[in-house]
């Protein structure tokens, strides 16, 4: 059984650029949460995608958005790129989100923006 | 707004040495406290988890933590550390607010086992 897997794992934009990150949940799982994890710090939840909607939200601006499609995987996307979103992005899968069910993460995408 | 508050950055430890790693939190509403590690390059991976019930709570790899709703704490320990358990400890907590339980993620704790 595949875990969760994201793509690519590494990545290097400028600023101003946009970019799309993926992410495909453990088999059977329908709750996809992406998180960013910056240097030396703990992972910062971004949102939360369950039956293709966006469900919760972190204190990200707008410039994060995502997409969960039908097959349960999912896209981050960020646009207008700043240095400052230099990090590893973390995607985290469960079986529904009550609060309480374990997270399954991936390796995760490292971001550079120069 | 809940938060989270391990308070050491980084325990050094001598192989077969127990370890505590502390964990304070914040919270308005009841909460799910959990423990994560991460190995280097990798995701994280939950160690633990308290929902309710037992305050002492056993997880993977001989850890154990304890939830403490008077001091709002809830601490991991291990009798006998090896080497293989160096890597990064994450104490996180979801607390209900309006409905949503949005986790929060200390900054973690490097935990170093010398030989």
């Known amino acids: 059984d595949a875990g969760v897997t994201q793509s690519p794992t590494h990545l290097i934009k400028t600023r101003g650029q946009q970019v799309t990150l993926r992410c495909s949940p453990k088999s059977g799982h329908d709750t996809v949460s992406w998180y960013q994890q910056a240097l030396g710090q703990g992972p910062q939840f971004i949102f939360q995608y369950y039956e293709e909607e966006e469900r919760q939200r972190g204190n990200f601006p707008d410039r994060f958005s995502g997409h969960q499609f039908p097959n349960y995987s999912s896209e981050l996307n960020v646009n207008a790129l700043l240095l400052g979103d230099s990090a590893l992005y973390l995607c985290?899968?469960?079986?529904?989100?009550?609060?309480?069910?374990?997270?399954?993460f991936g390796p995760g995408t490292r971001l550079l923006v120069l | 707004a809940q938060s989270v508050t391990q308070l050491d950055s980084q325990v050094p430890v001598f192989e077969e040495a127990p370890v505590e790693l502390r964990c304070n939190y914040s919270s308005s509403v009841s909460v799910y406290l959990f423990w994560y590690v991460q190995y280097p390059n990798q995701g994280l991976q939950l160690l633990l988890k308290?929902?309710?019930?037992?305050?002492l709570v056993k997880g993977i790899n001989g850890f154990e933590a304890e939830f403490n709703k008077s001091q709002t704490s809830f601490h991991l320990r291990k009798p006998s550390v090896h080497i293989s358990d160096t890597a990064e400890y994450f104490c996180a907590v979801s607390g209900s607010l309006r409905g949503s339980y949005i986790p929060t993620f200390g900054r973690g704790t490097s935990l170093i086992v010398h030989p």
């Open positions: 308290y929902l309710s019930g037992s305050t």
């Open positions: 985290a899968s469960s079986l529904s989100w009550t609060g309480g069910e374990t997270q399954y």
